[in-house]
């Protein structure tokens, strides 16, 4: 079905499924309730990042899945995607068609600059040279091209800025033709409540265009040659195939899909800043990717959203928190829970996220599909179990 | 001239701690093949050795003074050392001023011991996994070490001053032959380029000149026939793993009152030290001593207002473009083998 | 072909929540009705406080924290009410505001403008809050203050020392009880007139980004006005760490005093750095060569230990001071937490109070409202004498003090000793000075 295969279609319908419901999905606790309080993640700010960083490992996926090149400097096309989405805001008007194409184009033009240069090199030669090329556009962006960037204060749009083709009536926050992206509509049922948010379904029907188009990547031809060449390049050009440029498309898409995200990050919220392209970003491209599980179609997606999750809930959670739920305990062991859970939630969840890392790279080397697959594996077998079991039976 | 004296004498200074960094990084790669990106971390707790002894030195005990108030009033409770009610006073603040140098003592075992547990109980795990495992594994453990230090002592950086006779400079200008003042430098800097040329010749020479470094070198070059000669290989490179722990720790604890300790200075040098690393050439012990000068002093001048004042920012991207130019020109950097890091 | 049917099923509910959203784009929130954001209905009212918890300036954050968890517990009627007792409105009981009860979430903005935006938006979509208060950088100030105004909350900004937070990027839901680089400058100058003279060549090292070139840039001006000359300004790339570079030029420049337009980490390894270099013991065109750091805080003070030590700087706010209003603060912060307030605590305790008295005074959360009775509404007994926020850029305007390292510290909060408080006529500039030129501070926005 639409030129997948069975268990791809399968794939993609609950993506579609879980992108569409997911202001439904993730509150499943009523708002008010104190677990709800704390674990609720359906607010149309998360959930944007979940699609839009979503996205951005989606392309990352296409990049390391299927070539093994690690990019570490992959922020950076996030960063000129935004900026760039920003400029368009500034310079025409609010509306987002023309802010995301020019932040894929652009993020496009940069990845092939970048792509042509660090793809001469392979291994960690390459990764250093993405490295380079990102913190350059970090240190510039930050302090030198301030008059492109502002800086440290991050790129916004001011009352005063031209905004050539904004008309008397246009709205004052960014747009689809008039479709304004913070405009919501609320569904309250008996304690719930869910926030449908326009800016939210658009990023997600990016999510899942961008989803499929990474299906169909990695099941075409090109998609093949390019695992070719990451099980053995050598090999690959003594048979007289030129790589060369089907890594340079692999990279320069994997870009656009980033210029993409930083185009929509824009659109949802229209400020950005340098440290968008800063190391440690790039970092957290790379660790999302890990997490969720390289090559894999899903994994990215669900990386993606496992690190904003820790980053937006458990960095929200503090000790007067822990103090409410453990409440019902004695005293003493409240105490207790809260000591040793403590260092784990609140400023110390970047605590939490580098022993997770580490547990899934160390038991997980396929990240939480694997996981996934395990414990799938465990419940078919089981079921065969019965199965024959079942088979058995009727036979005595 | 005195300018550019100052600036190459700020180059090797900065060179030093890079130079000494990668030696490390580069030692571990060159035997047990593995890309470690917790080096950084190594080197921070280092550093967090000398706070340690510090804090350690100013353990006290509290005595309250009715003739004095705190803040809020109250008699002031006096904090008086221990070590100074033992020692005596004088003895006491000796000690605690010569905080730093003394926790040389204190890192050597301590680092070589965590090197050792980290290689036995992570890293053997992953020789047989692709370098990117290894990277991801010890960046994670860089995260969990940044964030462990942050839990016990704090995001702000810490004061662990030199010994009162390393303050002040040294005229250096004077030795050249130049008007006296013309060319001042930090003592404590100078001392730390001369801790790491120390340092950098040890390690030279304990691989060039000793049997257990023959082994080694002999090791690095082909593993599996140094194996089957019935050397057990293996010890001698974790025992290599922890020597590069411990290069990394003594870096760190020499460089505190240069640069104020703080949780994070791990990740702010684990960057740079991989691209001194790869400039110099995976694996290369030489190309990472050379490269870590050369970045060192390029930085250096690269800072310079004249400099500035033609390009811009220069001094913020320097060490990347050149990163960039030599892996261009010379793809396995300035001393790589061919053929590592590059499946 | 059930398959087909299937995917045509999915196209079909697409379109119909599209279609409910084009259908109904403006019912904002449930709240909707009372016209604006976030109004509470229950029996509470909740704040965000947004401080960094992580990142570089963390402990500054995490101070931050306890100050405003403190003036929830004042509000609330728990403890010993502080500065309620002192403040020159009285009307906030120690029942809440307007009856309610105040709770509050944390958030973690890592020194990041992105992560702040989206804790702060996880606040007011998620938690329902009607103001953000706290930051401990001037570009998160001014990213979060954008959204608070889209988003239609009042925002109250912490620890930020930049202009263009109320210069260039102003904005009519944010206000700003911190001073600025202006007023640094304009309280320095007269002090380092009396200690330094009117001759001195003045070299300044300035971190490379907005608050930076503010600072240098308000400095210069002032000490110049004294008849200094600056002869010249080097950008140092932020997190340095090693500023030798930087520094070594300095010794032959010429100059005889070194002005550190750094803050945090930077300040502390750069100022620690400079006195290696042997700075501080030169004597350059018969003078003794002076380092001043316009911009002080405590813990950057612990931080540099005793470099610091007769270096002159300001502040917006300390401890030592002997009004009513700070002692009752340092009391009863010094006695739930142990140790003295910093100025970043200082400044987000009297933040919170404020809001609440404002509230009380408007008789409603309505952002608008809230900002009309801030606007230059005069009051007194909260540290720094007689203050109020300016209406037309929502600057607070009131004493600045100056402050040095002190020589003999006696014991280990006594890093910094008052040298003047500044009276707040001298600080005060037209609200079209050309240092905050470019701005525009819109209308209120109420959200809903």
Redesign the interface.
């Known amino acids: 079905m639409l030129g997948l295969n069975s268990r791809d279609f399968k794939l993609f319908i609950v993506v579609c499924l879980m992108a569409l419901a997911a202001p439904i999905l993730l509150n499943p606790f009523p708002t008010a309730s104190a677990l709800g309080e704390s674990f609720n993640a359906g607010y149309p700010a998360l959930m944007q990042r979940f699609v839009i960083f979503g996205i951005l490992v989606i392309g990352f996926n296409i990049l390391f899945g299927l070539t093994g090149y690690l990019s570490f400097g992959h922020a950076a096309f996030l960063g000129v995607g935004s900026y760039a989405a920003v400029w368009m805001f500034k310079l025409l008007s609010y509306n987002v068609v023309p802010a995301i194409i020019l932040s894929v184009i652009v993020a496009g033009l940069f990845a092939v600059v970048i792509g042509y240069v660090s793809l001469r090199r392979s291994g960690i030669y390459f990764s250093i040279l993405t490295l380079a090329f990102a913190q350059m556009s970090y240190q510039l962006a930050y302090s030198v091209f301030t008059p492109l960037t502002n800086g440290e204060t991050g790129l916004q749009v001011y009352n005063d800025d031209p905004q050539i083709l904004m008309g008397a009536n246009s709205p004052t926050s960014p747009h689809f033709f008039g479709l304004e992206m913070n405009s919501q509509y609320t569904l309250d049922i008996s304690g719930w409540s869910f926030v449908f948010q326009n800016g939210y379904y658009l990023s997600a029907i990016f999510l899942i265009l961008g989803f499929y188009l990474s299906i169909r990547i990695f099941r075409s031809p090109t998609g093949l040659m390019l695992r070719a060449i990451k099980s053995n390049q050598t090999r690959m050009s003594y048979t007289g195939i030129n790589t060369k440029p089907y890594m340079l498309a692999a990279f320069v898409i994997s870009g656009m899909y980033a210029g993409l995200a930083g185009g929509l990050l824009a659109a949802m919220d229209p400020l950005t800043g340098a440290e968008r392209m800063f190391w440690t970003a790039s970092g957290e491209i790379v660790v999302m990717a890990i997490l969720g599980g390289v090559g894999t179609l899903i994994g990215p997606v669900l990386g993606a959203g496992i690190i904003k999750y820790l980053e937006n809930i458990v960095s929200k959670i503090n000790d007067s928190i822990l103090h409410q739920w453990f409440a019902f305990m004695p005293d003493w062991l409240e105490g207790v829970l809260v000591t040793i859970i403590h260092p784990f939630i609140g400023k110390g969840w970047h605590l939490t996220l580098g022993l997770l890392f580490m547990a899934v790279v160390i038991f997980l080397p396929g990240g939480l599909v694997q996981g996934g697959q395990k414990i799938g594996g465990l419940f078919r077998r089981k079921k065969t179990d019965d199965a024959a079991d079942g088979a058995k039976t009727p036979a005595e | 001239m005195?300018?550019f004296i100052?600036?190459i004498?700020?180059?090797l200074?900065?060179g030093s701690?890079y130079a000494l960094i990668a030696l490390g990084l580069t030692l571990i790669f060159g035997t047990l093949g593995v890309?470690n990106f917790a080096h950084g971390a190594l080197f921070m707790i280092g550093a967090f050795c000398a706070v340690t002894l510090q804090k350690i030195f100013g353990i006290s005990f509290q005595t309250i003074d009715d003739t004095q108030t705190?803040?809020?009033g109250n008699p002031?409770k006096v904090d008086t050392p221990y070590i100074e009610a033992w020692f005596g006073p004088e003895m006491g603040m000796a000690i605690q001023d010569w905080s730093v140098p003394l926790a040389i003592l204190l890192v050597i075992p301590v680092m070589f011991f965590l090197g050792w547990v980290m290689e036995r109980g992570?890293i053997k795990?992953f020789y047989s996994?692709?370098?990117?495992?290894q990277?991801?594994?010890t960046?994670?453990?860089?995260?969990?070490v940044?964030?462990?230090i942050?839990?016990f002592y704090?995001?702000?950086?810490?004061?662990t001053?030199a010994p009162d006779m390393f303050?002040?400079?040294v005229d250096v200008g004077a030795w050249l032959g130049m008007d006296s003042g013309?060319v001042?430098?930090?003592k404590?800097?100078m001392v730390y380029f001369a801790f790491s040329l120390v340092t950098i010749g040890a390690v030279f020479a304990f691989l060039q000149f000793t049997t257990f470094g023959m082994v080694v070198r002999a090791g690095m070059a082909d593993r599996e026939t140094v194996g089957l000669l019935g050397i057990d290989i293996d010890k001698r490179f974790t025992f290599m793993f922890g020597l590069a722990a411990a290069v990394a720790g003594m870096a760190g604890v020499m460089y505190t009152?240069?640069?104020?300790p703080?949780y994070?200075?791990g990740?702010?040098f684990l960057?740079l030290s991989?691209?001194v690393v790869?400039v110099g050439g995976?694996g290369s012990l030489p190309g990472a001593v050379l490269a870590g000068f050369m970045l060192g002093i390029l930085?250096?001048?690269a800072?310079?207002?004249e400099v500035?004042a033609v390009i811009?920012?220069i001094?913020?991207?320097i060490?990347?473009?050149v990163?960039?130019i030599i892996?261009?020109t010379r793809?396995?950097?300035l001393m790589g083998r061919k053929g590592v890091?590059?499946? | 072909m059930s398959k087909s049917n299937f995917s045509r099923r999915g196209v079909l509910k697409t379109g119909a929540i599209a279609g409910a959203g084009l259908a109904l784009p403006t019912y904002l929130s449930a709240a909707s009705h009372a016209g604006y954001t976030n109004a509470p209905t229950g029996s509470s009212v909740k704040f965000g406080f947004n401080v960094p918890q992580t990142g570089p300036y963390a402990e500054e954050g995490l101070d931050e924290l306890r100050a405003q968890e403190l003036a929830v517990e004042h509000l609330n009627g728990i403890g010993d009410g502080g500065m309620l007792n002192t403040f020159s409105e009285k009307n906030l009981q120690g029942d809440g505001i307007l009856g309610k009860k105040v709770e509050f979430v944390t958030g973690d903005t890592q020194t990041k403008s992105d992560v702040a935006r989206a804790s702060a938006q996880s606040m007011i979509q998620k938690d329902g809050c009607v103001m953000i208060n706290g930051g401990s950088s001037s570009g998160v100030a001014i990213a979060v203050q954008g959204l608070c105004q889209d988003a239609g909350v009042i925002f109250m900004a912490g620890l930020t020392h930049s202009n263009d937070t109320t210069g260039k990027d102003k904005k009519a839901n944010g206000f700003r009880h911190f001073f600025n680089g202006y007023m640094s400058g304009a309280a320095l100058g007269p002090v380092l007139e009396k200690e330094y003279g009117n001759e001195r060549q003045a070299y300044h090292l300035t971190a490379d980004y907005t608050w930076g070139w503010t600072q240098q840039e308000s400095i210069a001006a002032s000490t110049e006005a004294l008849g200094w000359t600056t002869t010249q300004n080097v950008l140092t790339p932020v997190g340095a760490g090693d500023f030798s570079s930087y520094i070594a030029p300095i010794l032959n420049s010429g100059a005889d005093t070194l002005i550190l337009n750094h803050y945090g980490g930077d300040m502390v390894n750069s100022l620690t750095q400079a006195i290696q270099f042997g700075l501080k013991d030169k004597q350059v065109n018969g003078k003794d060569f002076t380092i001043i750091v316009p911009l002080y805080s405590e813990l950057m003070a612990a931080g540099a230990g005793s470099n610091i030590q007769g270096v002159f700087g300001s502040m917006n706010w300390n401890w030592q001071l002997q009004d009513a209003g700070t002692k009752a603060f340092v009391k009863s912060f010094g006695e739930k937490y142990g140790f003295p307030p910093s100025n970043a605590a200082h400044t987000c305790y009297v933040q919170t109070l404020l809001y609440a008295d404002a509230v009380t005074r408007a008789g409603t959360f309505n952002p608008c409202g809230v900002a009309e009775a801030l606007e230059d509404f005069e009051f007194d007994g909260m540290g720094n004498g007689p203050t109020s926020y300016r209406g037309s850029d929502h600057q607070c305007f009131k004493d600045v003090l100056v402050m040095k390292g002190t020589d003999n510290p006696t014991n280990a909060f006594d890093t910094l000793e008052i040298v003047e408080v500044t009276p707040r006529a001298q600080v005060e500039y037209p609200v079209d000075h050309p240092m905050f030129a470019g701005g525009d501070l819109g209308t209120c926005n109420p959200g809903a």
């Open positions: 005195d300018a100052l600036q004498l700020n180059g200074d900065k701690a890309v705190d803040f809020l002031l992570l795990h996994r692709p370098h990117a495992d990277i991801l594994v960046f994670g453990l860089a995260i969990v940044g964030e462990l942050k839990a704090g995001a702000n950086p810490i004061q001053p303050l002040g400079t013309a001042a430098y930090p404590w800097r009152p240069i640069l104020s703080h994070n200075i990740m702010d960057v991989f691209v790869v995976m930085q250096s001048f800072s310079m207002n500035k811009p920012g001094d913020q991207i060490i990347y473009l990163a960039i892996l261009l793809p396995r950097g890091m590059e499946e």
